[in-house]
DNA sequence: TATGAACCTTCCCACGATGGCAAAGTCAAG
DNA sequence: CTTGACTTTGCCATCGTGGGAAGGTTCATA
C-alpha cells in the first residue's frame, strides 16, 4: 500500500550524502534508539545537525556505527568498544592491545559458559530423574527444597 | 579483633525462634537487601513484624529463602522461581509442570551457552590471526571494520 | 495551500538482579 | 548514657535495550 519504496523516502537533506537517523539505524543495523543513546553516553561523537535539529550521519559515521554493530555482536561491552574504537583509531596502536583486550573477553565469555553449562549439567541430572507426570513427587523441587546440599551423585557442587 | 563472634550476637527477638533479616541473610545465603527486594516484588511473602518494625523470619521463611537461593544459583529467573514456588506449594502439581519448567529453562541455557560459544569461536579464530606484537597491523580491527561481512573461511556469518 | 503520513526531537520509565549509600530508628551490652 | 551493630526506608547505579508520550519537521499528495 506504500506508493512509494521506503529507499526512495528520505534522503536527508542531500548535503553532502548525509543521512538521518532514521536511515542511518537502517544503514548500520543499529536501532536509532541506540544511536542516540551511545552518543549520549560518548560511545560515539555527537551527530551533525541540520538547522531543525535533525541529526545527520555521514559515511564515517555509518562506518563506525557498524563497526560497533559488529563489535556488539561479538559481545563486547560498551566499555571494550571505547577501547576498541579508540584504538582503531589511532594508527599508532600495538595490535598487541586489541588482542589482549580480545582475550579478555574470550576468557569472560569461557568463565560464563562455563557457569550456564554447568548449571545445566545440573538441571538435566535433575530433570532425568524426575518422571514428569501426573504425581506430585519430584526430585526437581526435593533438591530446591533440600536442608543442605545432599552430593547424590557425588559431585561436590 | 571481634570479641564476640557473630553467631552469639543477636538471637533477634528470641519470641518463636525467629530471627531478624541479617541472621536469616546469613542462614540462607541471600543478601538482606536481596531478601527486602524478594519481599518488596512479591516473590516471597511480606516477613513477620516485630513491635519496632524489624522482620523477622521463621524457619519455614529460612526454608524458602534457602528454596530461592538455590534455584537463582541453578539460573532460574525470578518468574520460574515463582512458578517453582506455587508448585512447591502445591500439594496436588504435577512432577510434569516442574520439568517442563525446567526443560524451557535449559532450553534457554543451551541457547545462550550456544550464541556465547559462536562469539568465542569467532573471536578466537580473529584473534589467532593477530600477531599480537607492536605494529598496528590488526585483523580484529579490520573484520570490525569491515564494510560488510568477509567470510574469509567460508562459513556464513 | 492545507492536510496527513512519516519522520525527527527530548524526556521519562521499564526490564534483570544486584549493589551501594544515607538518614534515621532500635537493641543490647558496657 | 553511650557505643556499636544492627534495622528501617528510600534513592541511585549498573548494562543494554525497548516503549511511549508530547511536540516539531519534512514532504508528497489531494
Known sequence: MKPVPSSTVNTGTIHMGTVNIGDAAKASGVSAKMIRHYESIGLIPSAGRTESGYRTYAETDLHRLRFVKRARALG??????EALLALWGDRRRSSAKVKALTQKHIDELEGKIAEMQAM??????????CHGDDRPDCPILDDLAAEQNKSKTGHRC
Chains 1, 2 share one sequence.
Request: no cysteine; proline share 0%; net charge positive.
Open 76 to 81: 563486547f561491552s560498551i566499555k571494550q568498544i
Open 120 to 129: 545445566k549439567q545440573a538441571l538435566q541430572q535433575l530433570a532425568q530423574q
